[in-house]
């Protein structure tokens, strides 16, 4: 049996990795907005999505709201989580030359990734904390579905497609996309390189916010959890380009589903290691990957 | 610094050695073991520094070459190897280790090879929790309980004192100089004959933190993934070498006493949140102290403590205007007549043709003007010469030899010099620095010395003699136009790649410029292309005019020829000139 591949297996395996990898692709595509148009890789990201992940558990816990007034508290607030911290520590480095600039980015975004899971630990506890929601399920041959599943399938598509939307027809959708080709340019059209970016940031952290939400509804999260969660958007976006929502979604997918699949034939604490690989062996392979960086 | 201080600052750090080494004979073992913690932190935050500050690479992996160092000393030296052997071992494991992820990790830049070298950390705590055969999991491995810590605080101060030599020859060196014009701009440090290096240095300062974590997890007889691989212990040396100042001979130093003494007393008053502080560290370092304590003006305004902040330029005895002679050999009679060859080259970006199948054929010594409107292909057809750009086909050949092939650097070796339109200096360098870099990635270097001085010459004959020893920052653009033909002409260059100079300067100083252009033709028989708007400039000295339009050569002969052709005038000088009559 074990050489002859089960289909109903298979196909299970196949929806598993399609879920993670939707919930991966949304995390990815928060970051990947916030570098193209901000310029600035967050290696806090992920951090932020564990600690809404954590107060999201908190709140369905001990307040018993339902998820839907949980997404309508969580997103606003990390809007102004992500706003307030740029503005505050991220936008006065503008004004650096590049190279101090890189490491002034840097330093503030792990200094503010370590601040949070630290304090979040002290705060919450370090303990997993996961919520789970009584639901259906559906059997299809073999293939087992929830109901919460398909909910955060909907639920990931809609955001995702809601932020095309807002990308590509609002005005301030334009601005983020004209600041991301060129600052200048887009300063000269009156589009304020600055608030946009600060916008952009808060705009990523509220997805971010969004998919904290939706992930503790499946996965189990701890206040350190986050970090693991920023390597495997970074190396989404690195595969998938930058500010490239369809290359994102597949490239998430395609993560979401390799993990699916070696946690299942090989060993699971080995899962997390994937992403990390399929970067350093794609850049061995097609050193082509590093063009996808921003020019200095 | 000059030279003498360097030895100065050397014997010092011996005879502190020396001291420290007899700190256990007398001290408590509390004070060793602080004092064992301070060398460790030193070895680490320095070796960080030598690709962080140095070279810029923020590499945020540095600390695994320590845990992976301590893994492989603890594996070792558990099944009965002698700890020299255990840790000679660890040094060497390691660096293979990082000398093979450093391929992948250098294609990338800024931020992304920060980022890729973070997501290190969790990929070697899996490896080291889950290969449980060697490593022993997560519950790590104990060596055997040995009254160890005489000779392995001996070994750390070695360790330690061999570290601050190290960095000593690196700043004051042709090496540290060229280190440093790879962290200002790679790429024109590469078209300048440089050959890029930052794996080297990267397995260096791995070798030095693996040693250090052999030496450390013998000290501590018990090693596990969370200690060697932790992602807040591991950002520790890095927040220390830029809290101090990073790319200062005394810079880390400063930063390690500072943090280790604020962590001691942090363990002693608080219970929670150690790992939150170092991240405020980290943050507000990242946010206010961009150069560290050391560059703080607040610093800056102590006499004493200033000093350690001095900033390392290359200096020498020579200076003032020299204007006789450059250091530029003609080349020989016998060489081929046809000096540079483009066979149809094409550049395509996208689907958008930049260039398409332009064949071009430059003859020894001679001067072509390369013309065109904006967006042409000029500075494309430079970049695909000297390989900035790979080109989609077509061949390139110098000398009959095709360069298409070959790197950055060796192409500058072929003999091929360029400026850039947007002038690309080494910004934190000084003018004489810059050509010296230059000079030292000829394929012949010059010595040391003579490179300093020979600079000079070349500084002085493009007319900044007067700004020798400033800083490039201080330039105006203009002068930094200036720099680039200075530091293209010291690579010694058969061919000259010439990117719009003259637009910005007075006429007077346009004549000057045309001057040299001449000179450096007829005098050290360099084969020049030139790209310029100023068409009166170009029109003075060239022998040759080729035209370019949208990608495509649309006229190339002397320059009646090229000014009565009807596409050229509707092309370039506008459809009303070719009305009248020609100039």
């Not at chain 2, 009646?560 to 009807?566: F, K, M, N, P, Y």
Request: charged share 15%.
């Amino acid at each position: 049996m074990a050489y002859l591949p089960d289909f109903g297996i298979l196909a299970q395996l196949l929806i598993n990795g399609i879920l993670l990898g939707g919930l991966y692709a949304l995390i990815a595509f928060g970051l990947s907005v916030i570098y193209g148009v901000a310029g600035i890789l967050n290696f806090a990201h992920g951090t932020i999505l564990a600690m809404i992940s954590i107060a999201a558990a908190i709140l369905f816990e001990s307040l018993r709201l339902p998820l839907a007034v949980i997404l309508l508290v969580l997103t606003p607030a990390g809007f102004v989580f992500g706003w307030v911290f740029h503005k505050v520590l991220l936008s006065p480095l503008q004004a650096r030359e590049p190279h101090q600039r890189t490491i002034g980015t840097v330093l503030v975004t792990v200094g503010a990734l370590i601040i949070i899971g630290d304090v979040t630990a002290v705060l919450a506890g370090a303990e997993q904390r996961v919520i789970r929601l009584s639901s259906t399920f559906f059997e299809i041959g073999s293939v087992i579905v929830s109901g919460t599943q398909i909910g955060i399938l909907v639920a990931v598509s809609v955001s995702m497609i809601a932020l095309h939307l807002f990308l590509v027809m609002s005005w301030t959708g334009s601005s983020i996309r004209a600041v991301a080709q060129n600052r200048i340019g887009a300063a000269l059209c009156g589009a304020d390189a600055s608030n946009t970016s600060a916008m952009t940031f808060a705009i990523g952290a509220s997805i971010v916010a969004i998919a904290g939400v939706l992930y503790v509804i499946s996965y189990p999260v701890n206040p350190y959890s986050g970090f693991p969660l920023t390597v495997k958007a970074f190396s989404i976006i690195l595969l998938g380009g930058v500010g490239n929502l369809p290359g994102t979604l597949i490239a998430g997918l395609f993560l979401g589903v390799a993990e699916a699949f070696v946690a299942f034939y090989w060993a699971p604490q080995w899962a997390p290691a994937i992403s990390i690989i399929i970067v350093l062996g794609g850049l061995l392979l097609f050193p082509g990957l590093a063009r996808t960086r921003r020019a200095a | 610094m000059t030279f003498l201080q360097e030895k100065r600052a050397i014997g010092i750090a011996f005879i502190a050695a020396v001291l420290i080494a007899f700190v256990p004979s007398f001290a408590t073992s509390y004070t060793v073991s602080m004092v064992m913690l301070l060398l460790l932190f030193y070895t680490l935050a320095q070796s960080w520094d030598w690709v962080g500050g140095e070279l810029g690479y923020v590499n945020l992996s540095h600390y695994a070459s320590y845990g992976i160092g301590a893994y492989v000393f603890a594996i070792a030296y558990t099944n009965g190897a002698h700890f020299l052997v255990a840790l000679a071992l660890a040094s060497l494991v390691t660096s293979v280790i990082i000398a093979l992820i450093s391929i992948p990790l250098f294609r990338l830049q800024g931020e992304y090879f920060a980022f890729a070298t973070l997501a290190l950390l969790p990929l070697f705590d899996i490896l080291a929790s889950n290969l449980k055969s060697l490593t022993n999991g997560t519950e790590g491995i104990i060596l055997p309980a040995e009254q160890v810590t005489g000779i392995a605080f001996l070994l750390m101060v070695g360790l330690a004192f061999l570290t601050f030599v190290t960095t000593t020859l690196i700043v004051h060196s042709p090496f540290g100089l060229v280190v440093r014009s790879i962290r200002d701009d790679e790429e024109a440090a590469e078209s300048i004959g440089v050959r890029v290096l930052p794996r080297k240095i990267m397995v260096i300062s791995a070798a030095i933190a693996a040693t250090a974590g052999g030496i450390h997890g013998w000290y501590l007889s018990f090693i596990d993934p969370g200690t060697m691989f932790g992602l807040d212990v591991a950002l520790v040396p890095i927040a220390m070498a830029l809290l101090g100042g990073s790319a200062l001979l005394w810079g880390p130093i400063v930063g390690v006493i500072v943090l280790v003494f604020l962590n001691q007393w942090l363990l002693a008053y608080f219970s929670i949140l150690h790992a939150a502080f170092y991240g405020l560290i980290i943050l507000l370092v990242g946010r206010y102290l961009p150069g560290g304590l050391l560059r703080s003006s607040l610093v800056r305004r102590i006499k004493f403590v200033s000093l350690l902040a001095k900033e390392h330029h290359e200096r020498s005895s020579v200076s003032g205007n020299i204007v006789e002679g450059l250091d530029l050999t003609p080349p020989a009679s016998g060489e081929q007549d046809v000096a540079l060859e483009c066979r149809s080259v094409s550049k395509n970006f996208g689907g958008n043709a930049a260039l398409s199948d332009v064949s071009l054929t430059v003859r020894r010594g001679e001067i072509v003007g390369l013309i065109g409107a904006n967006g042409s292909g000029k500075t494309t057809l430079f970049n695909c010469i000297s390989r900035i750009y790979d080109v989609s086909s077509g061949e390139v050949l110098v000398d009959g030899q095709p360069i298409t092939g070959l790197r950055k650097d060796e192409v500058a070796h072929a003999g091929i010099g360029r400026t850039y339109q947007i002038p690309r200096s080494f910004e934190r360098m000084t003018v004489r620095e810059n050509v010296t870099t230059a000079l030292l990635g000829r394929s012949d270097p010059p010595r040391f010395e003579d490179a300093l001085n020979e600079a000079a010459r070349f500084v002085c004959y493009v007319g900044l003699g007067h700004h020798l020893d400033d800083s490039v920052s201080t330039l105006s653009a203009q002068k930094r136009k200036s720099l680039e033909l200075a530091r293209a002409l010291a690579t010694s260059p058969k061919i000259l790649l010439i990117d719009e100079v003259a637009s910005g300067l007075t006429p007077t100083e346009i004549d000057q410029f045309v001057a040299h252009i001449r000179e450096l033709r007829d005098r050290y028989g360099l084969t020049i292309i030139w790209v310029e708007h100023i068409f009166s400039a170009l029109a003075q000295v060239v022998d040759r005019v080729v035209v370019l339009e949208q990608g495509k050569v649309i006229a190339n002969g002397t320059l009646d020829v090229v000014l009565t052709d009807e596409a050229v005038q509707r092309s370039y000088f506008g459809a009303k000139a070719a009305e009248t009559e020609p100039c």
